[in-house]
């Protein structure tokens, strides 16, 4: 008999992104809440069926969201800020408000903090418990949706963020605490399962991918608190412990003694779980959900390794049930190869998106314990992996090998860089930039798109965003910015626009991966060796230079973000691939130089996000190449080159050191959602980078005004030295509207000038 399947997660924007394209029509008021929900409806269904039909055994209902995973928990427990309840809006708005900020007749307020989940290129929303908070169950949303699959005839498994995993991730703003909470968070859950008790479901999956981090004894105990409490009142609904992104080597065995019916546990990206499993057993009494098929990365499984992996993994628990799922939640990944009709069979026959990971997981279960040898869906898989998938570029591999120690250091040192810069740019106190794009107005797409479908020529299209970007300069030197971009009309995405520009890679047409919200994301693929056909952003830069005599900042995607935002190969290091792409953006950086530009920013807004989550493992194995990455791509330029580069939504605080290592001139980051609680860890090592935290929220369509402002630079300057500070948003203006962001940057640079007056 085949073994049970199930996924932990399904992606929940839809094949073509119709639940993006319809919240957004809801937030300018083109589409109403109905429409809004029947779209959503749809596509749940649409998800649910298409699983079904793959025949997984188990459906997860209560993975899908208008926004995010981990703000569905706060309103589940009913833990809304008091700012949002105070509007007065519906429901649906209020959270909306959380997640995006509101500005209108009801009131002005920012929206909540935003983060990576864990080493992921997701983001999910930061709850927020105060003093006041008082925990309250409010599951219409996932009982809705279990009436809605089971109407459907489907076998139902509920999914929740589990308790712990909440706890850990929320921000306390008062001086109540964890332990302030944890009995009414248990309670709430417990309450949980007698709703879906009543509803008839079978097995309620609680997430807590927490428990791969670092755990101390405090956190092994409140974990058994809270799992104790709510157990003690959970039915006949069986209870799975779902885990991903790494192994729990800190509480493995407090874990399995759990009062849970299952357990899941990561063996793709858990490096001790298959270890853990074979010297501390596995309770026969409990189901074991193994993580088999990678839910993060696109390359077919190996099934002869994954079989072999089943078969050590029933010889270390054989009296325990066996269900084969997803490494993790299917978000992570495209939706199907199906929709690619551009890319060559002999390279997509490689991929599998979500819908091919569930075939993958019916065939696996299907082939297990079997004689494989006569399978053709085996024999045709082993196909994949005979021989080698790409012919290899020993010039690349050669340059990679010859590195030297010298091609990691620039110099001179930063202190005497940073005098003859401030001599050379001579820019004021206060200096204020942009992170580099701007706003990709319907006309910048439809240029695009004319250009993809051969209805104008190349002149044409370079004609067009020419235009664009004089009207970008312009409008920045009528705004009174002092360091200018060209504005980026020429690119589709930030890494995709590289990667088209460099040979190694393959594009896809529709593989979208949610990033945050309505943000979606087309990854591209590491097929081979990396490297630069000829100068990508040398001509536009050069051009929006010759506009001003305002600095240009060049514009430039670094090496690790590349890499991190593309779906890596899995038959070379991540450390080869990213010297090798360093090298060809190394290249690009020296004809920047050649060419004129004296600033030049190098992104490298995913570094934080493939850190490993347990701290003994980050410089082995990550910072010891990240960070050298990074360096060897501009250790090579003049001093009075001023180097930038800038990171996004994460956690920064314990790599600062790290982060002052990439030896940049100039570091901007998102702070505005964080409560610019970094900037008291940049004092604290004695950061020596010039910085500039983002002093507004681009991710919501608010204006800051002036005082705001002003506000949030005079507590920055007491942390960071009044000659070091930069004014800039928090992050690229690409999704912004026109008028908005003339508006935010008009007070942005209003501010700056009157705290140069008032600093003098």
């Not at 929940?12 to 589409?31: I, P, S």
């Not at 309770?283 to 098929?293: E, R």
């Not at 029933?314 to 199907?336: D, F, N, Q, R």
């Given at each position: ?9 399904y992606p ?10 319809v919240?957004?029509?809801y937030?300018?008021?083109?589409a109403?809440?109905?429409?809004l ?14 699983q079904?039909q ?5 459906l ?8 995010d ?11 809304v ?33 935003m983060?990576?989940?864990f ?25 809705d949706?279990?009436?809605?699959a ?12 589990g ?36 509803a ?13 981090r ?29 885990t ?24 793709i990206?858990?490096v ?32 002869r ?20 799922s ?23 026959r ?15 279960a ?44 620039r ?11 401030k ?5 004021p ?20 798109r ?24 312009a ?6 910015l ?81 890499l ?6 899995e ?5 080869e ?17 050649k ?25 082995s ?28 939504y ?48 681009i991710?919501?369509p ?6 705001e ?14 000659s ?33 007056t008032?600093?003098?």
């Amino acid at each position: 008999m085949a073994l049970q399947t199930t996924i932990i997660g399904y992606p929940r924007v839809g094949a073509h992104r119709e639940l993006k394209k319809v919240t957004e029509r809801y937030f300018k008021g083109l589409a109403s809440s109905d429409e809004l929900q029947a779209e959503a409806k749809r596509l749940r269904s649409e998800h649910w069926k298409k699983q079904q039909q793959a025949g997984i055994s188990l459906l997860p209902v209560g993975d899908f969201s208008f926004y995010d995973g981990t703000l569905d928990t706060a309103v589940l427990l009913g833990i809304v800020p008091e700012r949002y309840r105070q509007l007065g809006l519906s429901s649906l708005d209020t959270y909306f408000a959380m997640a995006h900020g509101y500005q209108g007749d009801k009131g002005d307020v920012t929206a909540l903090a935003m983060k990576k989940w864990f080493n992921t290129n997701y983001h999910y929303l930061v709850p927020e418990i105060d003093d006041s908070s008082v925990v309250s169950l409010n599951a219409s949303k996932l009982l809705d949706e279990v009436a809605e699959a089971k109407s459907l005839s489907l076998r139902v498994k509920a999914v929740v963020q589990g308790p712990f995993t909440f706890l850990k991730l929320a921000r306390f703003t008062g001086s109540k605490s964890i332990s302030d909470f944890e009995s009414s968070v248990a309670d709430a859950y417990a309450d949980l399962l007698s709703a879906l008790q009543s509803a008839g479901v079978e097995w309620l999956q609680i997430d807590e991918p927490y428990l791969v981090r670092d755990l101390d004894a405090a956190d092994i105990q409140l974990l058994q608190r809270l799992y104790s409490r709510l157990a003690a009142r959970k039915g006949n609904v069986k209870l799975l412990l779902q885990t991903y992104f790494g192994d729990i080597r800190d509480v493995y065995n407090e874990v399995v003694a759990l009062p849970v019916d299952g357990v899941g546990l990561d063996f793709i990206e858990g490096v001790q779980t298959l270890d853990l499993v074979r010297k501390n057993s596995f309770p026969a009494s409990k189901t074991l959900f193994a993580g088999v098929v990678n839910g993060k990365n696109i390359w077919r499984n190996d099934y002869r390794a994954t079989l072999s992996l089943l078969d050590q993994i029933k010889a270390a628990a054989p009296s325990a049930e066996l269900v084969l799922s997803s490494s993790c939640s299917l978000l992570h990944v495209p939706y199907t190869v199906a929709n690619e009709s551009k890319l060559p069979q002999e390279v997509l026959r490689h991929f599998a998106f979500a819908e091919e990971k569930l075939t993958e997981l019916t065939e696996l279960a299907a082939l297990f314990g079997s004689e494989v040898s006569s399978s053709a869906a085996f024999n045709a898989n082993q196909s994949l992996f005979n021989g080698s998938r790409v012919q290899p570029n020993t010039a690349v591999r050669d340059a990679v090998s010859a590195l030297k120690p010298s091609d990691f250091t620039r110099l001179p040192a930063f202190a005497e860089r940073e005098k003859i810069q401030k001599q050379q740019l001579n820019l004021p106190l206060f200096p204020t930039t942009t992170i580099g794009s701007f706003p990709q107005t319907t006309d910048v797409r439809e240029n695009r798109r004319k250009f993809k479908k051969g209805e104008i020529t190349q002149q044409q299209y370079d004609d067009f965003n020419k235009r664009k970007i004089a009207e970008c300069v312009a409008l920045q030197e009528e705004l009174g910015l002092d360091v200018l971009v060209h504005g980026e009309f020429e690119r589709n995405d930030m890494v995709e626009y590289f990667g088209d520009n460099l040979d190694g890679y393959v594009f896809t047409e529709n593989a979208w991966v949610q990033s945050y919200g309505t943000r979606c994301v087309k990854p591209p693929v590491v097929w081979g060796d990396i490297s630069r056909r000829a100068p990508i952003t040398v001509s536009t830069s050069v051009y929006a230079q010759s506009l001003t005599s305002r600095p240009m900042k060049g514009m430039l995607t670094g090496p690790v973000t590349i890499l991190n935002w593309s779906f890596p190969r899995e038959d070379v290091s991540r450390k080869e691939q990213a010297f090798q792409i360093a090298l060809a953006i190394r290249d690009e950086v020296l004809d920047l130089e050649k060419a004129g530009i004296r600033v030049i920013q190098i992104d490298e807004a995913a570094l934080r996000e493939k850190l490993p989550l347990r701290v003994s493992d980050w410089q082995s194995q990550y910072l010891d190449w990240a960070i050298p990455a990074f360096r060897l791509v501009h250790s090579g330029v003049k001093p009075e080159t001023q180097i930038h580069t800038h990171m996004c939504y994460s956690e920064f605080n314990d790599i600062i050191k790290a982060i002052d290592d990439m030896d940049a001139d100039v570091i901007t980051f998102e702070a505005s959602r964080g409560n610019l609680l970094i900037l008291a860890a940049l004092k604290q090592v004695g950061f020596r980078t010039e910085v500039g935290p983002g002093v507004y929220d681009i991710h919501s369509p608010r204006v800051p005004s002036v005082d705001e402002i002003k506000v949030a630079l005079r507590k920055m300057l007491q942390n960071v030295e009044i000659s070091k500070l930069w004014v800039n948003p928090d992050c690229g203006l690409k999704t912004r509207g026109v008028e908005e962001t003339a508006a935010s940057l008009r007070n942005l640079v209003q501010a700056a000038k009157e705290l140069r007056t008032e600093t003098k």
